[in-house]
């Protein structure tokens, strides 16, 4: 049995760091891979950080020929829509996802990856993402009403045993740049026509608005994606970070070509306010001032772990895919936490354990969540304190 990288399933983390780079001209893509592996296994748990790498399609097929999808592309030019509006390609060789219970942790660790891969890589763009009022994104709404469970993310997200590239996933990256300014001006009314959701309780509007976010990305039209969508940025410069898992190119590129307005001539209402973003070049963060300008967009190849491909990477060789804890840390903010922390991180072990336990056996914990509208595990999370695995189904994404 494949076994996928298992960041990509660890919910509940609160800390988030996306590094992207590019090989040095010259290099050798193997070399990359190579760098990659040796930075993330020694370091998957310590520290209570999880890492998710993942690759342009093209610089793995070098190395691994028959290690994914052959039709598989990285997002290499440019989407245009008949009305002139632009969804740039800003595709980089390398990405390396960094997700914890603490910042502190988080950005220790991913300093360490930027002056392990300095021999081989340059490091091309760099985000930190943090949650915001627990399921919500920038805008205010919720964000991964019909995300798949947690019970159905591996089937959704994970290429089948089998099929060249068992195991792995693909990861559609993308940066969108928020114009807080612009977008609060409009009315809470305004604000769910372009969305297609009531702001309070995520209720999809009746009849829907043929050119809101939610009908121009349709799952049930484009198929699943399983989404660990992020707010990013500082207070003056802020977005969300798009991080999608499919086990097949086609349900992004067809949901990335309905909001263009390449389907049926009708462009996303969320794109009306963005000016298209200019690509500066592939080292380069675009400079943008409208909501929903897109920054960055990549497609990259999330490989398996289950065991050494073309001798190249090494093998975190868990036992097999189970769904993955958000792993805690040691690290406490002020000694008074220290003993709280120990019980918290206890609890959260034993628990965990059930909840492992009932899944081996094909049971759905039941989690309160289950009685509101929106299903989630994405909870609040006490500052200083280990993250912990807080319930099943849709998270913010």
């Known amino acids: ?130 949650p915001y009022r627990r399921y919500r994104d920038l805008t205010g709404f919720v964000d991964g009403t019909k995300n798949p469970s947690l019970l159905r993310a591996a089937d959704v997200a994970l290429v089948a045993d089998g099929k060249p590239g068992a195991g792995g996933t693909i990861l559609l990256l993308q940066q969108w740049e928020h114009d807080v300014s612009a977008w609060e001006s409009l009315s ?25 976010h939610v009908h121009q990305t349709d799952q049930d039209m484009f198929g699943n994606v399983f989404r660990r969508n992020m707010p990013y940025g500082t207070v003056t410069g802020h977005g969300t970070m798009f991080v999608g898992f499919c086990c097949e190119q086609r349900p992004l590129q067809a949901m990335l070509e309905s909001m263009v307005g390449l389907k049926d001539g009708v462009r996303d209402a969320l794109t009306r306010y963005t000016r298209p973003s200019r690509r500066r070049c592939s080292h380069q963060r675009c400079i943008s001032v409208h909501l929903m300008d897109v920054c960055e967009c990549d497609c990259l190849w999330i490989a398996r772990t289950s065991k050494p491909l073309a001798g190249c990477v090494k093998s975190a060789d868990p036992a097999s895919l189970r769904l993955s804890r958000p792993l805690l840390t040691n690290e406490h903010h002020g000694s008074d936490r220290v003993d709280r922390g120990r019980r918290r991180r206890g609890r959260d072990c034993r628990r965990l354990q059930r909840v492992e336990a009932n899944v081996s056996e094909g049971k759905r914990p039941r989690h309160p969540a289950d009685d509101e509208p929106t299903t989630r595990l994405f909870a609040s999370h006490r500052s200083g304190e280990p993250a912990a695995l807080h319930g099943w189904g849709a998270e913010p994404g």
Do not use: C
Request: no cysteine; hydrophobic share 35%.
């Open 188 to 212: 809470e009314q305004t604000q769910e026509r372009v969305i297609g959701r009531t702001k309070t309780d995520s209720t999809e509007l009746d009849p829907q608005p043929p050119d809101s």
């Open 1 to 130: 049995m494949s076994t996928a990288q298992s960041g990509i399933f660890a919910l509940g983390t609160p800390s988030h760091a996306y590094l992207e780079f590019d090989l040095q001209r010259g290099k050798d893509a193997g070399a990359l891979i190579k760098a990659m592996a040796d930075v993330r296994e020694p370091r998957t748990t310590i520290g209570g950080v999880n890492f998710v790498s993942g690759f342009r399609p093209e610089l793995w097929r070098s190395v691994v020929p028959e290690g994914l999808p052959g039709d598989l592309t990285g997002f290499n030019q440019n989407l245009t829509g008949p009305d002139g509006y632009v969804m740039p390609a800003t595709q980089h060789d390398a990405v390396l996802w960094l997700s914890g219970s603490s910042y502190d942790v988080v950005f220790d660790e991913a300093r360490q990856a930027i002056n392990a891969l300095t021999g081989v890589t340059t490091i091309a763009d760099e985000a930190s993402g943090w």
